[in-house]
């Protein structure tokens, strides 16, 4: 049984393109979170949800819109692709905001 | 001072060999600190917890300083398996939450 699951595993799509992945866990966490893994492999934090209410909100681009439907499921919705959104999106969640957190297996987007 | 520093590495040691790595932060409200291990074109995965009074999960010991605000990692016997990038995570809690990851450090384990 996957606790954290993420889909589409691979995401291939052209510039200007809207594009959304989706994640679910069903650990009963409170807390889902969304990072972005560069080609430089840095780790970076773009938002953090908390029992649906937004509670980390790095500087990411206004294209990049997270939507949590309940504490289940956190999804991600990117608008006007652009090149250098290529990357892998992991999604994690845990317990609550300071409990350690399990990944997703990641979503791989490449934007030609 | 990054809020979050590793040293990149990598660090190539033998098997058996004894490797020890740190990570400092800049947050002095800093509360919850982790270390995660990431293979390859794969997910994160919690290696251990780091407390106060430090913990030990077999060959791993993780320490936590909070006057000099570092924590550190020491894997005795390393094994090939243990070839991966070590990735240390603090949490805060300061008005609003912080979450930040070391860029990584990796270990390269020869035979």
């Known amino acids: 049984d996957t606790a954290v699951s993420q889909t589409p595993k691979y995401l291939v799509t052209q510039m200007g393109n809207d594009k959304s992945i989706k994640c679910e866990q069903n650990?009963?966490?409170?807390?889902m979170y969304w990072y972005k893994q560069d080609s430089k492999k840095f780790l970076k934090i773009m938002f953090s949800?908390?029992?649906?209410?937004?509670?980390i909100n790095e500087t990411v681009p206004n294209r990049f819109s997270p939507k949590s439907p309940d504490k289940a499921h956190l999804n991600l919705h990117i608008n006007s692709l652009e090149l250098g959104d290529s990357a892998v999106y992991f999604c994690?969640?845990?317990?609550?905001?300071?409990?350690?957190?399990?990944f997703g297996p990641g979503t791989r987007l490449t934007v030609t | 001072r990054k809020e979050v520093e590793q040293d990149p590495g990598p660090f190539n040691v033998p098997e058996g060999a004894t490797v020890a790595f740190n990570c400092t932060y800049s947050?002095?409200?800093?509360?919850?600190f982790f270390w995660y291990r990431q293979d390859c074109r794969k997910e994160p995965k919690l290696l251990m917890s780091?407390?106060?009074s430090g913990n030990e999960d077999g060959r791993f010991t993780a320490q936590l300083n909070r006057a000099s605000q570092y924590i550190s990692l020491l894997i005795r016997d390393s094994k090939l398996s243990d070839s991966a990038t070590y990735l240390c995570?603090?949490?805060?809690?300061?008005?609003?939450?912080?979450?930040?990851f070391g860029k990584g450090t990796m270990l390269l384990v020869s035979p």
């Open positions: 947050n002095s409200a800093s509360q919850s």
């Open positions: 650990l009963g966490h409170d807390t």
């Open positions: 995570v603090v949490i805060g809690f300061s008005g609003y939450s912080t979450l930040t």
């Open positions: 780091v407390y106060s």
């Open positions: 994690a969640s845990s317990l609550d905001n300071l409990d350690e957190q399990y």
């Open positions: 949800y908390n029992n649906k209410e937004l509670i």
